[in-house]
């Protein structure tokens, strides 16, 4: 058979493709399962792990394809990687969408959400070997490999082992390059820029659904480019011969591919194709139609119904706005009326129309009792990007130093009438000074001391948080607290999420904070005339202080004394046998599973 340089570009080509893909994948199955499960660290872990065994399983069997259909394997290998990748993603999503029996074992979900991986890691296994069989038997000379790639190689080969030599005993050789070692160099080539493109352009230009869809496309595109180009297409312009040129007892001959195969790579690429051009219609129904059916699956089976309003992802969070409707048998035990719209940043719930106001009460005017209010009383926010935390403290003429990681979100929230309604363009306070940081790294940066610090922060619910629920990060707080200065954060109940409750005390006791003061905040949010306990917040001393009720009470304590009259500064337990969480040393017990 008569080959040309086109050949063996062809097959490089399709080797960059395959890599990129292959790399790309495992990227996009990290990031799903992180946004399923939580844990950043631990999903990206796994997920590698299983992925390199499974490539390593996969390469180690593909010496047991027909030696004489190479070409033939390679195609069915790319049209199987473009059907299962997206099927493997729409199935760790719908194990997250659905009511799952608790007869089910945990683990079982487990191991299901993470055989999509393991299937195109082994899939994936196959396509290296199958290229240097192909590439070694079509470059019998070295003139077969294409002149540029020839000369771009041996520079870089001639200056890698230049500086290789610099340490090891070297012997420089000449010639032609084994088929092995010109797949592997355009494979991590491949890699890298499919790395590289995935983290800054893919996953925060176009997002997790219209990606996997991107990478099953360039799967069937090298398919059918390679189909194409090998098999017997007189029309095909840069083809390498007739159907006589392709006999069918060639290694590379698509002959013993059945036509269905070919007409099911057409189609999903014609149906992947048709994705990608509307990406966002795409990502933003299967999206909303997941982000529905997980708000329902937190309530009883018909008691509630969710409606997606907007979403929208910034570089650093999901915000998502979303209506809630009762739909269950019996007074609405969670709001008055029927409907009302929530915010959630990710999986957790920010606030609710019903407990915005309470929640803000409780974050601010319970623990301003603490402090004296006016111009010299100096507070600093951490978080809080809708300015309703702001709003409040302007009631007290306090001066506000402000730090939010979100600029995006702030500069939304100013004007969207959603949040306008609780901040009344708080953002404007002429005693606020706001900072577009990380809390971590101004605490790091600035010799400000502070009166009261308030955590209005999300949840511990992804490895990305670690760092505001770290020992460091609360001796940071302490050490810009004035002497008689206390720090202020809202708290998961310590009886639904006991393992966090324990690691965060500890956490926050290791930091050298000795004293705790914990309340809820009541309302009546349901309108049956009797007050609900809406969140849980704890007040962190490094000493003793003031009591809560008082000469210096807010008007809010004082209308609801009630309910705090009784509480008291308590010493911060500390629980045996509990590794408080550090940067460098994470105890991801800390993370809770919203």
Known sequence: ????????????????????????????????????????????????????????????????????????????????????????????????????????????????????????????????????????ELDAEETRTPTWFRTVGNTVHSAVVSVIGLVWTIERTEGRRSGLSVVLAMDYVGGLVGAVVYARVLYPILGLIPTIFVLALLNGIAALVFAAHFGSWSWWPFGSGSASARPDDHALSLGRVSKTLLVVCLLLTASYAGVVAKHDVADERLSQLYLEQQIENEYPPGAMRASVVSQKTTTYQHVIRYNRTWTGAGPNPHFTGQTEQCLRLGSAVQLCESWAESYHRGLVDVPMSLVEPGP???????????????????????????????????????????????????????????????????????????????????????????TLYSAEFYRSVRNHLSDDGVVVTWGYSPDGYPEHHKAFVNTVGAAGFTQQLSYWVRQDIDADDETERVEKFYVFAPGDRRPLTGESETEYVRQHRDHYQHVEWRAVPRYRGVRANSIFHPNYDILVDT
């Open 1 to 136: 058979m008569t080959t040309t340089r086109t050949d063996t570009g062809t097959l490089l080509a399709l080797t960059f493709v395959v890599s990129f893909c292959s790399f790309a994948y495992e990227f996009v199955y990290s990031e799903l399962l992180t946004v399923m499960y939580g844990g950043t660290v631990t999903q990206y872990v796994i997920t590698v792990g299983l992925y390199f065994f499974s490539l390593g399983i996969g390469a180690a069997l593909s010496d047991d394809l027909n030696a004489t259909d190479l070409g033939g394997n390679f195609f069915r290998t790319e049209v199987l990687l473009a059907a299962v990748a997206p099927a493997g993603f729409l199935l760790i999503v719908g194990l997250n969408s659905v009511r799952i029996p608790q007869a089910v074992p945990a683990e079982l979900t487990w191991t299901v959400a993470r055989l999509p991986v393991v299937v195109v890691g082994f899939l994936s296994g196959f396509e290296l070997p199958l290229l240097t069989h192909m590439v070694d």
């Open 376 to 466: 010299e009383t100096k507070v600093l926010v951490v978080g809080g990007g809708d300015w309703i935390a702001i709003d409040h403290l302007r009631a007290y003429n306090v001066t506000v130093d402000h730090v939010d990681l979100d600029a995006e979100f702030m500069q939304e929230a100013k004007t969207d009438p959603y949040f306008r309604q609780w901040h009344d363009d708080a953002y404007k306070y002429d005693r606020l000074n706001t900072t577009t940081a990380d809390g971590y790294h101004y605490l790091q940066e600035t010799n400000e001391t502070y009166d009261l610090v308030l955590l209005d922060v999300p949840g511990a619910t992804d490895d990305d948080l670690l």
